[in-house]
């Protein structure tokens, strides 16, 4: 079956760094996006890897390694509003996306 | 760009009434819209896939005479929850593929069935 494990819940500090990673056994691949859902909201693009290494983007940065099947999102001067649901989702070989269940981060001042 | 507007953005009815939900692509065509339904403090459950011009793709367990998917045009599909009950409350997100394999989300649809 296709999988994508990410961890549940998260807690930060405020100003510190954090890194989500997602782990996916999925039936081929063709890319793996990352989301950011605020409660109640629709989800919002974050990024998209297709090759391996890192994507950096402002505060954010995803990380992509095909061979293991790994990816993290990495999140610098981490600010309040970064509490969010963060979603993990791979594009298989169907060109379906396989979501996960998504990480809780928390901030703390 | 790569906008998506759903309507309504709350809606509330009774029980046994029908509810029609849009979903509009602005600045882009979209071949493809995806119907989403999210419980609370759950992911994303992917609900069908449409295709415009062809006959909307359910995911096992959704009933397909239940939520009725029209995609008639290249920027807007339609998701009907018929005959609706408590059960069908839930907050209905659709998106939009855009270049690749890039989805944006529309803004969501609170369903709440009296």
């Known amino acids: 079956g296709q999988n994508i494990d990410q961890p549940t819940e998260m807690t930060a500090t405020e100003g510190a760094i954090v890194q989500i990673n997602c782990t996916y056994q999925t039936s081929g691949f063709n890319g793996l996006f990352w989301y950011q859902q605020h409660a109640g909201e629709a989800p919002t693009f974050l990024s998209y890897?297709?090759l391996d290494g890192l994507e950096e983007k402002g505060r954010f940065s995803s990380f992509l390694s095909r061979s293991k099947g790994y990816s993290y999102l990495l999140l610098k001067e981490l600010q309040m509003k970064d509490s969010a649901s963060y979603l993990c989702a791979v594009v298989d070989s169907n060109y379906q996306l396989i979501w996960g269940a998504g990480t809780k981060l928390i901030i703390k001042p | 760009g790569a906008v998506v507007s759903q309507h309504p953005s709350r809606v509330i009815c009774k029980s046994g009434t029908s509810v029609k939900i849009e979903c509009r692509s602005l600045d882009f065509q979209a071949t493809t819209m995806f119907w989403y339904r999210q419980f609370p403090k759950q992911s994303l459950m992917l609900m069908a896939t449409?295709?415009?011009?062809?006959?909307?793709?359910?995911e096992q367990g959704v009933e397909k005479d239940k939520f009725l998917i029209n995609h008639a045009s290249l920027t807007l599909s339609t998701l009907t929850v018929t005959s609706a009950h408590p059960e069908d409350s839930s907050f209905y997100i659709c998106?939009?593929?855009?270049?690749?394999?890039?989805?944006?989300f529309g803004p969501g649809t609170r369903l709440t069935v009296t």
């Open positions: 890897n297709v």
């Open positions: 998106s939009a593929r855009h270049r690749d394999y890039e989805q944006y």
């Open positions: 449409s295709n415009e011009g062809s006959k909307a793709t359910y």
